[in-house]
């Protein structure tokens, strides 16, 4: 019986792959990825394996091509875009492989809204303007538990970075606002960050949904709701501030 490998191969430019993932797919006997979002060329690197889109498959027929050829000694990777632990349904198959008897392995990737923040060349936490990031998605037929509505989260003025929900635009506006954003508060949409097609869409709460709605896009996207994007001011980091020492460096031009 082997391992199973639950392998995050980034937002979608084959070369923000890990060597790691690259070197899975090449040896790998049967390979189960996440449909469209996994590039070509990505796919291509598999040379003798069996790929199997699981876009059109159902959880129990997933589990047992994972769990049939691990049974069979074969180097199974269930692909992933981005990371596999973002949004990625891993843990209920770890779970089932487990009791099974068969240990799942997962290999990290670069998810979505780290390419986007390289997209819009930003720093996701600033000094001055914010040091927390948030990561959550609008609700819609997958509930969110009632305590981190946007509303409630937008309290915290942190960086707020939702996935899946950009065809949900302007209920996150409303929200966002409710929860006390200023309506000229920055939001990024980068839709397929990475990709060749890949758009960014900057605006306020005030003007991105028409924005976004005339460039029609509805998935795909990452929409960050934060100052940090468009700072009216921030603060230079202490880190390397000549009059902070820490245990690496000592205070520079000390009197
Ligand atoms: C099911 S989630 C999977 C996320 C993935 N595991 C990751 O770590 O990026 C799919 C959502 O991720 C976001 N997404 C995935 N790839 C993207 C990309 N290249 N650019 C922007 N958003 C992306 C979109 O919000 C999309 O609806």
């Known amino acids: ?64 091509l994972l769990y049939k050829n691990a049974k069979k000694d074969k180097l199974v990777v269930r692909l992933h875009d981005g990371d596999p632990s973002i949004y990625g349904a891993i843990k209920e198959q770890i779970d089932n492989l487990e009791k099974k008897g068969i240990k799942s392995i997962v290999v990290p990737g670069v998810t979505a809204f780290l390419a986007s923040a390289a997209a819009l060349g930003t720093q996701l936490t600033l000094p001055g303007v914010t040091q927390t990031i948030i990561i959550t998605r609008a609700e819609s037929r997958t509930k969110v538990p009632k305590r981190e509505r946007i ?32 309506r000229t508060t920055p939001v990024a949409v980068v839709y397929r960050a990475s990709w060749n097609d890949q758009k960014i869409i900057k605006g306020t709460l005030d003007d991105i949904v028409k924005k976004v709605h005339d460039e029609k896009i509805t998935r795909t996207a990452i929409v960050i709701i934060s100052d940090v994007i468009d700072p009216e001011t921030y603060e230079y980091s202490k880190l390397y501030d000549k009059n902070f020492s820490h245990g690496y460096r000592k205070i520079k031009n000390k009197k």
Do not use: N, W
């Open 151 to 182: 509303s409630e989260l937008a309290k915290h003025k942190a960086t707020l970075i939702f996935y899946l929900s950009v065809h949900l635009l302007s209920k996150l506006v409303k929200e966002a606002v409710e929860g006390g954003y200023k």
């Open 1 to 64: 019986m082997s391992d199973v490998f639950f392998v995050g191969c980034g937002p979608g430019d084959p070369e923000l792959i890990t060597v790691k993932a690259k070197k899975l797919i090449q040896k790998a006997d049967i390979i189960v990825y996440s449909g469209s979002l996994i590039p070509d060329p990505i796919l291509k690197l598999c040379k003798k394996g069996k790929l199997h889109d699981a876009a059109k498959l159902v959880r129990e027929e997933i589990f047992d």
